[in-house]
T-cell receptor
Framework: SQQGEEDPQALSIQEGENATMNCSYK?????LQWYRQNSGRGLVHLIL?????REKHSGRLRVTLDTSKKSSSLLITASRAADTASYFC???????????FGQGTRLTINP | DTAVSQTPKYLVTQMGNDKSIKCEQN?????MYWYKQDSKKFLKIMFS???????INETVPNRFSPKSPDKAHLNLHINSLELGDSAVYFC??????????????FGSGTQLSVL
């Protein structure tokens, strides 16, 4: 079964607006990561947040983690056309040695 | 100078054939992975090797056989290809095992189409 589930599955916004994507997971984790996948390309790591952290920033990205709700959110501020991609959350399950991905949110930024 | 490179990028073949996908990383990483992404973008781990040793083998048909000749290479051989094997296969690597706070570096994928 899938560990992480992203919500929404698809999101379409205007350039300049903020985009928020959510991820929920089922079991205890060591950390949670977000990746971006452009069409026809491999995944690229964006940001990692540890289980003892609540918020992390990287440029226009802001990630929050709520371990009590087993959820995380990725906020992209001032979106650009180049942000159009699929975004995946991934978790490392405690005791396991594998990074498990959600199904992704397909983000479209309209010019 | 691509960090994780896999070949071929596209692979079109008939059912029943045997094919291989090659992967190489020049990052000096100890751990390499194969992931399968289906048509719904669902990404699932298949195998993981650490320093040429198999450490993760998910419930993958034994028609799939990974081989790691050295820690910089992880190839995937698939026997008797089936229609359901059609997917995009991604190779990835990390500095050490995924149990630490490591990020993965992905190749650009191999789109396999079985006709």
């Amino acid at each position: 079964s899938q560990q992480g589930e992203e919500d929404p599955q698809a999101l379409s916004i205007q350039e300049g607006e903020n985009a928020t994507m959510n991820c929920s997971y089922k079991t205890s984790i060591n950390n949670l990561q977000w990746y971006r996948q452009n069409s026809g390309r491999g995944l690229v790591h964006l940001i990692l947040i540890r289980s003892n952290e609540r918020e992390k920033h990287s440029g226009r990205l802001r990630v929050t983690l709520d371990t009590s709700k087993k959820s995380s959110s990725l906020l992209i501020t001032a979106s650009r056309a180049a942000d159009t991609a699929s975004y995946f959350c991934a978790t490392i399950i405690q005791g396991a040695q594998k990074l498990v991905f959600g199904q992704g949110t397909r983000l479209t930024i309209n010019p | 100078d691509t960090a994780v490179s896999q070949t071929p990028k596209y692979l079109v073949t008939q059912m029943g054939n045997d094919k291989s996908i090659k992967c190489e990383q020049n990052l000096g990483h100890d751990t390499m992975y194969w992931y399968k992404q289906d048509s719904k973008k669902f990404l699932k781990i298949m195998f993981s090797y650490n320093n040429k040793e198999l450490i993760i083998n998910e419930t993958v048909p034994n028609r799939f056989s990974p081989k790691s000749p050295d820690k910089a290479h992880l190839n995937l051989h698939i026997n008797s290809l089936e229609l359901g094997d059609s997917a995009v296969y991604f190779c990835a690597s990390s500095h050490s095992g995924a149990s630490t706070n490591e990020k993965l570096f992905f190749g650009s994928g191999t789109q396999l189409s079985v006709l």
